[in-house]
């Protein structure tokens, strides 16, 4: 398995932009979809974001549609989550998740192989 470690995470004012990353290492990056997931408290960990691994097409859960942007850089082993205009509602850890491998995401649908530990995302007004 594939062992994930998310930065980026911080303390944001409503409106504000953060960049998350997951570095990923022990295995073979370019062969995984890799996504994004965040829990708020109280709440089930939820789908956030996707990215292929064959040609980087993306998928997103209708909440964050037009605000956040993933993306990978296959020569650093990184995915990123660029979230812009945030939300009071977009607090929660926000977990970074690899598929098994030559796995594809099927829009919201991520099968997940591993988990990184997580970040702290705080949207504050």
């Known amino acids: 398995q594939v062992r994930l470690a998310e930065s980026g995470g911080g303390l944001v004012q409503d409106g504000g932009s953060l960049t998350l990353s997951c570095a990923a290492s022990g295995g073979t990056f370019r062969w995984l979809a890799m996504g994004w997931f965040r829990q708020a408290p109280g709440k089930e960990r939820e789908f956030v974001a996707a990215i292929s691994w064959s040609d980087s097409s993306t998928h997103y859960a209708d909440s964050v549609k037009g605000r956040f942007a993933i993306s990978r850089d296959n020569a650093k082993n990184t995915v990123y989550l660029q979230m812009n205009n945030l939300k009071l509602e977009d607090t929660a850890v926000y977990y970074c998740?690899?598929?098994?491998?030559?796995?594809?995401?099927?829009?919201?649908?991520?099968?997940?192989?591993?988990w990184g530990q997580g970040t702290q995302v705080t949207v504050s007004s």
């Open positions: 998740a690899a598929s098994p491998p030559f796995r594809e995401p099927d829009s919201s649908r991520f099968a997940v192989d591993s």
